[in-house]
């Protein structure tokens, strides 16, 4: 299986190429930051692409160095931006806060499937990570909220060909201790991918415009 990870140059995407490259896939990794990819690509011995899927010019340009058959595309944001405490931005940087939020986990996305949509084969799967659990009314909730609904919309698109499309989004976590826990759980990199793979597997040919929750068996609305 041929498949393209977005965003390898975070812990996050190293760890999820990192999953299927271990499963025996072909694995290409793409990435803005230079420095963290080349090294990501050394470390699980893959093809690495330089290009900010932010920026359409940047993915335009980017275009001849991508597989032009791909089985399966994994969305990972690369966040490049860190405010702070919400409760003391500026306007500005209040401002600031929700474009990012936009821009790293939708934006990317959407141009990112935009360019290769045509690349993927019957049968294949596009998948989309929200790596945070949200705080309720953040720019982050708002930007998981519309990932869902453009998730949904592309699986009806993309269904006509046999695609899936689902998003992966981190959930609660048990808290260490809790009862029902006898071992240390697995990281939520780990567990993220995880499902990422197995979205891929014919077992979950069946599941398609969903935003599935990593959680450790914790409801994503446990104590609100």
Same mark, same amino acid.
């Given at each position: ?23 025996? %896939? ?16 050394? $470390?699980?011995? !893959? ?5 900010? &899927? ?6 335009? #340009?980017?275009?001849?160095?991508? /597989?032009? %058959?791909?089985?399966?595309? !994994? &969305?990972? /944001? ?14 500005? $940087?209040? +401002? ?25 084969? =019957? ?9 945070? *659990? ?10 998981? #909220?519309?990932? @869902? &609904? ?6 009806? *698109? *993309? ?13 609660? &976590?048990? $808290?260490?201790? *809790? ?6 759980? /697995?990281?939520? +990199?780990?567990?993220? @991918? ?20 990593? =959680? ?9």
């Amino acid at each position: 299986m041929e498949v393209l990870v977005t965003g390898c140059d975070t812990d996050l995407g190293r760890t999820i190429a990192g999953g299927f490259r271990d499963a025996g %896939h072909r694995v290409v990794i793409a990435g803005a930051r230079r420095d963290d990819l080349e090294v990501a690509a050394k $470390e699980l011995d !893959v093809d690495a692409i330089i290009v900010d &899927n932010v920026d359409p010019a940047s993915l335009e #340009a980017a275009r001849g160095q991508f /597989p032009h %058959h791909l089985d399966t595309l !994994v &969305n990972v /944001p690369a966040p490049r931006w860190t405010g702070g405490d919400p409760r003391t931005y500026s306007l500005a $940087e209040h +401002a600031t806060a929700w474009r990012h939020a936009l821009d790293t986990t939708l934006l990317s996305a959407v141009l990112t499937v935009q360019i290769l949509g045509d690349h993927l084969r =019957s049968g294949g799967s596009i998948i989309t990570v929200v790596p945070e *659990y949200p705080r309720p009314g953040s720019a982050e909730a708002a930007i998981k #909220a519309a990932v @869902s &609904n453009w998730t949904e919309g592309q699986a009806q *698109y *993309y269904g006509i060909r046999g695609i899936s499309v689902n998003a992966v989004a981190a959930g609660r &976590n048990a $808290e260490p201790g *809790y009862p029902g826990l006898t071992r240390t759980p /697995p990281s939520m +990199a780990d567990e993220i @991918s995880r499902l990422a793979l197995f979205l891929t597997t014919p077992a979950a040919r069946h599941i398609t415009g969903q935003t599935l929750h990593v =959680s450790q068996g914790v409801l994503t609305e446990f104590g609100a």
